[in-house]
């Protein structure tokens, strides 16, 4: 599908042959499996194509991140462009109309997994940054580096410190599927275990022990009672959300269990700490040990640790804050400014984003950050995920504009 319009950032003309490029490229991309833990094939190829398309350097990182750069001099900021390359499991490939590593292109849909959450982003910055180098306007200073980040979906932002340590960005504009609308914030998230011990028996005499699991269906109902999330104007509410209930031990029949864990979504909002929001819960089972005879219960925030297909191990604590820009920030300001000039409309979304790795360079280490990219949040992770080339296409032409607002054209 072709996109009948010009960006006069340098001057751009998204041409036959440019389009066909980059089409062709979110194709391959989505051809590659690539989940989490497994993107080497991905990551060899893409540092391939960014040499290719003439990036001055592209290297794969300890964990797996490949990282191209294009230079133009020394004295400009460093823009990050971000988009991960794995992807969520393919549950059952036969329920897809189309294979899910087919990269098939029909009715001006590419259709596969990741090809919104994020190959489509990756491929049409991984361009965006090529065609600013090719078209060399005078006006440009800094560089602009592109990261393609691994372990995304297992652990979010964890991959990015090593990005953030090797290229120290001033500015991050992270690939998330925004409608192509500058998203300038997005809720945090903390996981939170919650454990009761009893005191195992045969359930023929359940009286001689202590059942966990029903110390945990009344603990439940006492959280879910006396919850109370925070708010904020933009990013919404602080909610929680029970996304996983176990007892065990679960091998035994018969059996009254001695354990029994439940798993909490929190979505963390701006300037909450992790003790804040784990104090929260650790207050009503201080409270709930006052009505439920015998509960014996504790909560933290857990902990994830994955092996990168390179060997390296990534770890830490499932936490991550929130961020927002204010909509005056001068670097929402500039994305806005190229938007405008690469024909797109200047639009920042009315409601944050979904999860990223914004939430580490934006929360954790509060470089100014927002999210900007093609399709739309409802494809992700879905059957038959795809994306528009024309939102492809427009993509490239944002991540273009908003490079030669940034770098000074």
Same mark, same amino acid.
């Given at each position: 599908m072709r996109v009948d319009f010009k960006c006069r950032v340098?001057?751009?003309?998204?041409?036959?042959?440019?389009?066909? @490029?980059? +089409? *062709? %490229?979110?194709q @391959?991309? +989505? *051809? %590659?499996?690539?989940?989490?833990?497994?993107e080497r094939q991905m990551g060899a190829f893409v540092r391939d194509v960014m040499l290719s398309l003439g990036y001055d350097k592209a290297e794969i990182d300890p964990c797996g991140n490949v990282i191209g750069t294009v230079f133009f001099d020394d004295e400009g900021p460093c823009l990050l462009f971000e988009a991960q390359m794995d992807h969520v499991e393919v549950a059952d490939p036969f329920e897809w109309e189309f294979y899910p590593f087919g990269g098939v292109l029909k009715k001006g849909r590419i259709y596969g997994r990741g090809a919104t959450d994020q190959k489509g982003s990756?491929?049409?910055?991984?361009?965006?940054?090529?065609?600013l180098k090719e078209d060399r306007d005078p006006g440009c200073s800094g560089r602009v580096a592109v990261a393609a980040t691994v372990h995304q979906e297992k652990i979010e932002g964890a991959s990015s410190r090593f990005v953030c340590n090797s290229q120290r960005p001033d500015l991050v504009v992270s690939g998330e599927a925004s409608a192509l609308r500058i998203e300038r914030g997005q809720r945090g998230r903390a996981e939170i275990v919650v454990e009761t011990l009893g005191k195992t028996a045969h359930s023929?005499?359940?009286?001689?022990?202590?059942?966990?699991?029903?110390?945990?269906?009344?603990?439940i109902s006492l959280i879910s009672g006396s919850y109370r999330?925070?708010?904020?104007?933009?990013?919404?509410?602080?909610?929680?959300?029970?996304?996983?209930?176990?007892?065990s031990p679960a091998a035994a029949t018969g059996v009254v269990p001695s354990k029994c864990q439940a798993v909490f979504d929190r979505r963390v909002l701006m300037n909450e700490t992790r003790d804040g929001v784990l104090s929260q819960i650790e207050q009503i089972i201080r409270e709930a040990c006052g009505r439920i005879p015998g509960l014996k219960a504790s909560a933290r925030i857990s902990s994830s640790e994955e092996r990168c297909y390179t060997g390296t191990q990534i770890k830490g604590e499932n936490f991550v804050p929130g961020w927002i820009l204010?909509?005056?920030?001068p670097f929402v300001e500039k994305c806005l400014k190229g938007l405008e000039r690469a024909g797109l409309p200047p639009e920042v979304?009315?409601?944050?984003?979904?999860?990223?790795n914004g939430c580490y360079y934006g929360g954790v280490m509060k470089i100014p950050t927002v999210a900007f990219g093609p399709s739309f949040q409802d494809l992700a992770h879905i059957t038959d995920?795809?994306?528009?080339?024309?939102?492809?296409l427009k993509g490239c032409l944002g991540y273009y504009g908003i490079a030669g607002s940034v770098l000074g054209t």
């Amino acid at each position: 599908m072709r996109v009948d319009f010009k960006c006069r950032v340098g001057v751009l003309l998204l041409n036959a042959a440019r389009e066909s @490029e980059l +089409v *062709r %490229i979110c194709q @391959e991309f +989505v *051809r %590659i499996p690539s989940s989490s833990g497994n993107e080497r094939q991905m990551g060899a190829f893409v540092r391939d194509v960014m040499l290719s398309l003439g990036y001055d350097k592209a290297e794969i990182d300890p964990c797996g991140n490949v990282i191209g750069t294009v230079f133009f001099d020394d004295e400009g900021p460093c823009l990050l462009f971000e988009a991960q390359m794995d992807h969520v499991e393919v549950a059952d490939p036969f329920e897809w109309e189309f294979y899910p590593f087919g990269g098939v292109l029909k009715k001006g849909r590419i259709y596969g997994r990741g090809a919104t959450d994020q190959k489509g982003s990756l491929a049409a910055m991984i361009c965006a940054a090529s065609f600013l180098k090719e078209d060399r306007d005078p006006g440009c200073s800094g560089r602009v580096a592109v990261a393609a980040t691994v372990h995304q979906e297992k652990i979010e932002g964890a991959s990015s410190r090593f990005v953030c340590n090797s290229q120290r960005p001033d500015l991050v504009v992270s690939g998330e599927a925004s409608a192509l609308r500058i998203e300038r914030g997005q809720r945090g998230r903390a996981e939170i275990v919650v454990e009761t011990l009893g005191k195992t028996a045969h359930s023929a005499h359940p009286e001689y022990g202590i059942n966990a699991a029903n110390h945990m269906i009344a603990l439940i109902s006492l959280i879910s009672g006396s919850y109370r999330p925070v708010s904020h104007p933009f990013l919404g509410d602080g909610i929680l959300e029970l996304t996983k209930l176990a007892s065990s031990p679960a091998a035994a029949t018969g059996v009254v269990p001695s354990k029994c864990q439940a798993v909490f979504d929190r979505r963390v909002l701006m300037n909450e700490t992790r003790d804040g929001v784990l104090s929260q819960i650790e207050q009503i089972i201080r409270e709930a040990c006052g009505r439920i005879p015998g509960l014996k219960a504790s909560a933290r925030i857990s902990s994830s640790e994955e092996r990168c297909y390179t060997g390296t191990q990534i770890k830490g604590e499932n936490f991550v804050p929130g961020w927002i820009l204010e909509k005056e920030h001068p670097f929402v300001e500039k994305c806005l400014k190229g938007l405008e000039r690469a024909g797109l409309p200047p639009e920042v979304a009315d409601r944050p984003g979904f999860g990223t790795n914004g939430c580490y360079y934006g929360g954790v280490m509060k470089i100014p950050t927002v999210a900007f990219g093609p399709s739309f949040q409802d494809l992700a992770h879905i059957t038959d995920e795809y994306i528009e080339t024309e939102q492809l296409l427009k993509g490239c032409l944002g991540y273009y504009g908003i490079a030669g607002s940034v770098l000074g054209t």
